[in-house]
Structure formats: structure tokens, C-alpha cells
């Protein structure tokens, strides 16, 4: 911080630091996070799907490989692609049974190839969370305490079965994954882990994923992301685009509340 900078700081901590003006600071903090891309989740213009999808068009990003959408639920985000005129196959993953049924519901008008599996770290049998008696939401978790605690709800546990992308990829000949979209409601980090070796070949060109107040319950750093994909940058999206995040700093990076966050992978 520069000497100007400095006393800046100094004379507004001092004329503004005080109780009297916490709750104008709270509003401008709320306003600010909306500004920054930050709790904008209600339709894919204003998330900043849409300028994203938009940029990777532009730019040949889709030319080649596949698409896998992890957290696929009913398929919104696959149907937003083909609607885009993308024609790169597309696995929608989807465990819940009650949401796999609607996903398969549409999945041939779409050509998109449902898988009902999770992704984890590893292969295996396990239990996603979801609301008692609705059979499938889109806050499905693989942590009960997304539903107990933050949404505070019944909770229904369902059992299910989970892949790693890795040995996905292998068993179905993926050589390279064009975009990798993970929404999986504070499970991403294990989803990626599930991806290491694909990511250390160099095969997953660009990542989707969203960090929110899940990544609490899971106890997940976005430091924790970082420092899986040394070979990333990162970006968060706006309505009319990708910001760079830069070199990590926890007060740019940890905000635990809805966002979209891409990682691209550097060409060498």
C-alpha cells in the first residue's frame, strides 16, 4: 500500500469506522458482492452462463472432445448448450433417481447421453441428501447438513452410485474434455479430485463450477481448488463476462455465497 493509499485509509477509518454508519457499510457490502458477480443466480443472463457460453464460441473453444455436465439435474444447463448451436456430445450426470427420470425425459430431443452416477474422487456406492417427499431438487447434496442446516428442512436420504471422471473418461475413450461444468452443491472439489489424472494430461480445457455457502458445510477452501489446478487461471463471471481473478488472495477468492467460477486451463 502506497503512502497516498495509506492516508486515505487513515482518514476515512476515522471519519467512517463508527457505529453509526455499519449499516449503510452492510448495504454498500451486499450491493458491492451483486456487482461482483455474486449471488446472481436467477436466470443464465444474469449468472453470466449466458456471455460465457457466448466467449467460448467465439474464441473455438468448442470445436473438439466433449462436454460433461456434472450435476446435470434436469438438464438446464446441456439444453442452454444445444441451444447455443453446440454439437460437441454431451454426458449429463445425474444420481438422484427422481431427477434422473426427468433428465432422460428430454435427453434424446437434446442428444445428450444421461449418465445416472455421481462423481467423486472414487468409484463406489453413496448417499445424496435432498428434501423430504419431493423426489429430486436442484439442492440435492451429498451433505445432509446442506439441507438440515442451511435450508432447514426435512431431509430424505437416497442411495446412489458415483464414478470418478477419470475412470469415466478411460472406460468411454475420452481423450479430451472441451468444458468440464460442475455443480454439485459443495462437492466440486471431490469431483475434481476424481479428475486428476485428466487434468494432469492436459485433457480438460476449461471449467465451470459454482462456489457458494455449500463449500462450509464441506469444509472446501476455494485455496483447496486453487491448489489442484496449478496450470488454471480463474475468472468469475458477470453478466457481460469473465473478470480474471488474478494471483489468490483469500479476500478476492473465499466469498462463500453463489457464484460462477471458471478455471482455464493455460496453453503451454
Known amino acids: ?45 444474469v449468472s453470466g452462463e449466458k456471455a460465457f457460453i457466448k466467449y467460448l464460441i467465439a474464441r473455438n473453444k468448442l470445436q473438439s472432445g466433449v462436454i460433461f455436465d456434472i450435476g446435470a439435474n434436469v438438464g438446464h444447463y446441456s439444453i442452454m448448450l444445444r441451444k ?40 463406489g456406492h453413496a448417499a445424496i441428501y435432498d428434501y423430504s417427499g419431493q423426489n429430486g431438487s436442484e439442492h440435492a447434496s451429498m451433505y445432509r447438513d446442506v439441507i438440515t442446516q442451511l435450508r432447514k ?6 442411495s446412489i452410485d458415483l464414478t470418478s471422471i477419470d475412470e469415466f473418461a478411460a ?4 481423450s479430451k474434455i472441451a468444458l468440464l461444468k460442475i455443480d454439485t452443491e459443495g462437492h466440486e472439489l471431490q469431483v475434481l479430485k476424481g479428475a486428476r489424472r485428466c487434468i494432469e494430461k492436459g485433457m480438460v480445457d476449461v471449467i465451470q463450477m459454482e462456489f457458494n455457502e455449500m463449500n462450509i458445510i464441506s469444509k472446501t477452501f476455494f485455496k483447496d481448488i486453487v491448489d489442484l489446478l496449478p496450470g488454471y487461471d480463474f475468472y468469475r463471471l458477470l453478466p457481460d463476462g469473465l473478470k480474471a481473478l488474478g494471483k489468490y488472495h483469500p479476500i478476492h477468492y473465499e466469498i462463500f455465497s453463489f457464484q460462477n467460477i471458471v478455471a482455464m486451463r493455460r496453453l503451454s
Request: proline letters at 4%.
Open 84 to 123: 447455443h448451436g453446440i454439437t460437441l456430445p454431451i454426458f449429463a450426470f445425474e444420481p438422484h433417481p427422481g431427477t434422473f427420470r426427468r433428465l432422460v425425459s428430454i435427453a434424446d430431443a437434446y442428444q445428450i447421453t444421461p449418465v445416472s452416477k455421481g462423481a467423486g474422487e472414487t468409484t
Open 153 to 158: 428442512s426435512e431431509v430424505e436420504e437416497i
Open 1 to 45: 500500500m502506497n503512502t497516498l493509499s495509506q492516508s486515505f485509509k487513515k482518514v476515512y477509518v476515522f471519519l467512517f469506522a463508527r457505529k453509526a454508519f455499519y449499516s449503510l457499510h452492510l448495504l454498500g457490502y451486499k450491493l458491492s458482492m451483486l456487482g461482483m458477480g455474486i449471488q446472481n443466480y436467477e436466470n443464465d443472463r
Open 171 to 174: 472406460a468411454n475413450q475420452v
